[in-house]
């Protein structure tokens, strides 16, 4: 059975939270339209309804007109709404795996991305403060002091299956991991890095990197450029029939039910890309627990389903 279309309104540069959504499609196999704002396509009539009280940011759930905001609801809404479709287990088979799921995604969401979008700013511009740069360096090596930990119990964070709580930390982690100041965050610790080097390797997020490399080639922005954006980003959405991500420069809008069939290209005929970061000397890493930061010992012990291409087409807006 196939999945229904989506379309994907992005504008330039594209941001790190839309690669996240878009593993999730290709995770679940479903077809999407990518859809150039910046290139003279009139926004969707949903999204300035979004707009008309003056704030990208407001909190939103859809139902007929209401919204919920914020990528990682995204992901929940196409894993849960196209669940017989991909990756059948994104968010588990039970309701004790999707509780070790949701934990690990607040880890990610509370724990993992503030400090380390930190360090993805200073690979994106000047040193940032550096008293804050420690702290950042320091929090971020603490939390993965935890996965550390639970790694050496299971393969993935939430049990034995890839799920939305490994993909959730693709963007981030693509920029830390490969930069030569940080990437010893990783390197120095051994299931950490094992990790890492099964999701980075993921069919889904080898066609996000080739399709973020195919973004600079068309549009002329470099990776520094597209990270540096994320410093306006406000957060996005899902609902039962329509998905909005709406930071301040940049727009995906999930679409689901249309009827137009598109010629289809797949992003894994994009070019390789390896993202553009800056040289610095290596840090040494702190081994506190953080706190908050929850752990939880559910195990899944059944492979997931390997993913198959799903297709995307990109499109610009007349």
């Known amino acids: 059975m196939a999945a229904s279309l989506v379309n994907v309104y992005y504008t330039r540069p594209v941001l790190p939270d839309v690669y996240r959504v878009l593993a999730c499609l290709y995770e679940k196999e479903i077809e999407f339209e990518l859809v150039d704002m910046h290139v003279g396509q009139q926004m969707p009539l949903d999204f300035l309804k979004l707009q008309s009280n003056g704030r990208a940011s407001v909190p939103a759930f859809e139902d007929g007109s209401t919204f919920l905001l914020e990528s990682r609801n995204i992901c929940r809404y196409a894993s849960e709404k196209y669940q017989g479709h991909g990756n059948r287990y994104l968010l588990g088979r039970d309701l004790l795996e999707r509780g070790s799921i949701e934990q690990w995604l607040k880890t990610e969401e509370h724990s993992f991305n503030p400090p380390s979008l930190e360090l993805v700013f200073h690979l994106a511009f000047d040193p940032l403060d550096q008293p804050l740069l420690a702290q950042s360096e320091q929090a971020l090596a603490r939390v993965l002091d935890v996965y550390e930990h639970r790694l050496r119990e299971s393969k993935y964070l939430a049990g034995d299956d890839f799920t939305l709580a490994d993909l959730s930390h693709l963007p ?27 999701v980075s390797c993921r ?22 450029e597209i990270v540096s954006a994320t410093a306006k980003v406000s957060h996005s959405g899902r609902s039962s029939t329509r998905a909005l991500l709406v930071p301040q420069s940049s727009t995906i809008w999930l679409k689901n039910g249309s009827k137009k069939t598109p010629t289809k290209s797949t992003a894994a005929q994009a070019p390789s890309m390896v993202a553009t970061v800056k040289n610095g000397s290596k840090s040494p890493n702190s081994k506190t627990e953080p706190e908050n930061v929850g752990e939880d010992k559910t195990r899944s012990h059944h492979g997931v389903p390997s993913s198959s291409t799903a297709s995307g087409t990109t499109k610009q807006a007349s």
Do not use: D
């Open 172 to 198: 981030n982690s693509h920029y830390i991991a490969n930069s030569e100041q940080w990437g010893c965050l990783f390197e120095s610790r051994k299931n950490v890095l094992r990790w890492w080097e099964t």
């Open 203 to 224: 069919p889904s997020w080898a066609k996000v990197v080739r399709m973020l490399s195919e973004f600079e080639a068309s549009n002329g922005s470099t990776a520094e």
